[in-house]
């Protein structure tokens, strides 16, 4: 009897360690914002994005500015604070196509060393109870098609590697520019059923002409897919009511909308900013349950940007560290996430 006692205590002690290890490894934030550990693989219901049981949640977040100019902050200590001190739940993977100023994806750029930091900052959103966008960002390409056949290989390469993740998102083409609908749309047919030939149900964002600012074009000629989103990006200096407007109506007409990208300065990134235009487009997205990513999460020196560009340190920044904007994201995360 003593010696069934004792290996029935080794297995439970065993047992007890291996679920603590196991538990230590990913956090899981009990915070009631919706995270991969509660909602688990998201789907679009009726017009809205949903937990994996079909209620709908909201992911508010950040996106880098790129892989190559923000590989620093790619570190466990900032995920940590992102997710646990600011709250986010969402971190966006920007992975410059072409590039501006600097090379890119396509143009030249390390094709490796970008893709292992796309798994890193996949792993830590993982670990920090996190969803991660990966994002194909064209911008100066313009037309999605130019590199497709990149982009497969691409979305190949990381629907494989991803299927079983229930954090990630796919954006397959940041903004689209000079260049009509119907050609986006007919990148989005090539591409979606390559990731679904591998990733069956995970959500795509799928984006639009004029650098992802006409969805009325899209309501009239949507996707045939199912788990489909449409990115709108904003910058709340430039665009204001007009584009409210807009988004407003095609939310209630059911188109599914994401807004992957926003700013709080002018469209350049750079000033002015304007934070009650800012504070009127948040409570816009919150009344229509529509999920968003401020950028950037930075330290270029731009308006945009949530840190100074003179603050050396890579992690554990205080409210001294951030710029106007940053600051504004604390105060506006904190006032979401507690409602």
């Known amino acids: 009897m003593k010696k069934v006692l004792c290996i029935l205590l080794c297995a439970v002690t065993a047992l007890t360690f291996f679920v603590s290890c196991s ?80 090379v890119g994806y396509c143009t030249g750029g390390n094709k490796e060393r970008h893709k292992e930091d796309i798994a890193r900052a996949v792993e830590l959103a993982k670990k920090e109870d996190m969803y991660a966008i990966i994002d194909w960002h064209i911008l100066r390409d313009g037309n999605p098609n130019t590199y497709i056949e990149d982009a497969k290989e691409f979305f190949t390469e990381m629907a494989q590697t991803y299927s ?19 050609e986006v749309k007919s990148y989005a047919e090539e591409i979606i059923p390559i990731i679904r030939r591998y990733d069956s149900d995970s959500v795509i964002i799928v984006g639009n002409p004029d650098w992802s600012k006409d969805l009325y074009t899209v309501s009239d000629n949507p996707l045939d897919f199912d788990n489909i989103m449409y990115t709108f990006h904003f910058y709340a200096a430039t665009h204001k009511d007009e584009f409210r407007a807009m988004v407003k109506t095609v939310s209630h007409y059911g188109l599914p ?29 919150e009344e229509e349950n529509i999920s968003y990513c401020m950028w950037a999460w930075s330290k270029a020196p731009e308006a945009c940007s949530t840190f100074k560009s003179n603050v050396p340190k890579t992690s554990g920044f205080e409210k001294e560290d951030y710029t106007e904007s940053g600051i504004w994201l604390l105060e506006t995360l904190e006032k979401r996430n507690s409602l």
């Open 257 to 285: 909308v994401f807004v992957t990208e926003f700013g709080v300065t002018a469209a350049s990134g750079g000033h002015p900013r304007d934070l009650e235009s800012a504070d009127e487009w948040i409570e816009l997205l």
């Open 23 to 102: 538990n230590s490894k990913n956090a899981v934030y009990k915070d009631g914002r919706a995270r991969p550990s509660s909602c688990g693989s998201l789907k679009v219901v009726d017009g809205k994005l949903c937990s994996q049981k079909g209620e709908p949640v909201m992911l508010r977040g950040v996106s880098i500015n790129g892989l190559v100019t923000s590989e620093a902050l790619l570190n466990e200590e900032l995920f940590k604070e992102l997710s646990k001190d600011v709250g986010a739940n969402l971190f966006r993977i920007a992975n410059y196509t072409y590039g501006v100023g600097i």
């Open 164 to 182: 079983d993740y229930n954090n990630v998102l796919y954006e397959i083409c940041n903004e689209p520019n000079g260049v009509e609908w119907e």
